[in-house]
């Protein structure tokens, strides 16, 4: 069984603040991780993923995550935070390469508030 | 491409009717998933298909019924609609592994349905 937990349901930080938000996972077979990002009454839009090889993914935006398989953690994290970054994000696990077959199993989401 | 559609938009039901959801894309995926989501809750896996004639059941399938005739279409159909399936929901796509080519789920842009 899989399972992802992410620490802190909304999170504020100032514009031009470091972004960080967390997200921790449980997984019996090595993980493929996913952030994805949805913008108010819109669908979801992949913002990175960790498959294989380099264990920091850089992804859209501005935004990067680190896999730490040690501390069965995959945080996200943007240098400069933008008023445009205001969101709902989410971290997902899956077994499989594309997320595909059994789907995703996703966190409860991070609202980030971008402070002006 | 159209990618990932859903229709309608949005539906208000009454208790006990029911209703199909569609889903359609047109990236000739193999993989197609249907997921609710609820506030606070992120979301859920209800039914899955990896192919046409094959589907399974996802995380909360209760009350959900699907079927995939074709490699296009995975229609969710809600047999009798209860206040408790009030959600939005997402319809996802992706390659197999098999494909050879590294990929994510594309979701669909939702259905908010509303059940009184």
């Known amino acids: 069984a899989q399972s992802v937990t992410q620490l802190g349901s909304h999170v504020s930080v100032s514009e031009g603040a470091l972004v960080l938000l967390r997200c921790n996972y449980s997984?019996?077979?090595?993980?493929?991780l996913f952030w994805y990002v949805q913008y108010p009454n819109q669908g979801l839009q992949l913002l990175l993923k960790?498959?294989?090889?380099a264990t920091l993914v850089k992804g859209i935006n501005g935004f990067e995550a680190e896999f730490k398989k040690s501390e069965t953690s995959f945080h996200l994290t943007k240098p400069s935070a933008h008023m445009s970054d205001a969101a709902e994000y989410f971290c997902?696990?899956?077994?499989?390469w594309g997320g595909g077959a059994d789907g995703l199993t996703f966190g409860k989401g991070t609202h980030l508030i971008i402070q002006p | 491409n159209a990618g990932v559609t859903q229709t309608p938009k949005f539906q208000v039901l009454k208790t006990g009717q029911s209703m199909t959801l569609q889903c359609a894309q047109d990236?000739?995926?193999?993989?197609m998933s249907w997921y609710r989501q609820d506030p606070g809750m992120g979301l859920r896996l209800i039914h899955y298909?990896?192919?046409?004639?094959?589907?399974d059941q996802g995380e909360v399938p209760n009350g959900y019924n699907v079927s995939r005739s074709t490699t296009e279409d995975f229609p969710l159909r809600l047999l009798s609609a209860a206040p408790s399936q009030t959600s939005v929901y997402f319809c996802?796509?992706?390659?197999?592994?098999?494909?050879?080519?590294?990929?994510?789920?594309?979701f669909g842009p939702g259905t908010r349905l509303t059940v009184l």
């Open positions: 996802a796509s992706s390659t197999s592994e098999l494909a050879g080519v590294s990929n994510e789920q594309f």
């Open positions: 990236m000739n995926h193999e993989y």
């Open positions: 298909s990896v192919g046409a004639g094959i589907t």
């Open positions: 997984s019996s077979v090595p993980p493929y």
């Open positions: 960790y498959t294989t090889g």
């Open positions: 997902a696990v899956s077994r499989a």
